[in-house]
């Protein structure tokens, strides 16, 4: 397995250290995440140290500083989507909405941190109100590192989002090896 810790947002400059080894820093209040499985002893005494500096003066508008959003720990297998892996673009979205079919690029990254090739299958549904409107089913021989897969899925007549109408449409996706 591998292990990541996910922080929401720090503010501001911080680094972050398991077991007294430094695994990484980041600067203001994105998200961010570091693999820390190589620093773990995984005998249940680990510890996380997060150090923050707000150095002054700042520009920023929120005056205070240290953890300000939700902090995850996250296992993956030694195959597994990466955090923030997934990509939906729509390319043509104005020309083909004309035409009533928009092609929806997905392109997803996959990390395959053994040491041989995998096979995996990679599954994508797009519903709109609880109705399946349409699935993409691909197999794929995955390299060690991280292996990146581009789909196209059709979806017929979409309804867009507006102020007035939140036309929401969801995916789920699935990857087995």
């Not at 998200?31 to 620093?39: E, L, Q």
């Not at 150095?55 to 989507?81: D, H």
């Not at 995996?120 to 021989?141: D, F, P, Q």
Request: glycine share 6%; net charge positive.
């Amino acid at each position: 397995k591998r292990v990541f810790i996910y922080f929401d947002g720090v503010y501001k400059d911080c680094d972050i250290y398991i077991n007294g080894s430094k695994v990484g820093s980041n600067k203001w209040y994105n998200p961010f995440y570091f693999d820390i499985t190589n620093h773990l002893s995984f005998d249940g005494n680990d510890m996380l140290a997060v150090f923050v500096r707000n150095r002054q003066p700042s520009s920023r508008w929120y005056s205070g500083s240290g953890i300000i959003r939700n902090v995850y720990l996250l296992t993956g297998s030694k195959v597994a989507l990466g955090i923030n892996d997934v990509k939906i673009n729509y390319n043509n979205l104005e020309t083909e909405l004309l035409t009533g079919i928009v092609n929806t690029s997905v392109t997803t990254k996959i990390n395959n941190i053994s040491n041989e090739s995998q096979s995996a299958t990679v599954k994508y549904k797009i519903s709109y109100h609880g109705e399946i409107i349409n699935t993409l089913t691909e197999s794929a021989t995955l390299n060690t590192g991280v292996n990146t897969l581009t789909h196209t899925i059709e979806i017929p007549n979409p309804k867009l989002w507006d102020v007035y109408k939140g036309n929401l449409y969801n995916s789920t996706r699935c990857t087995n090896t």
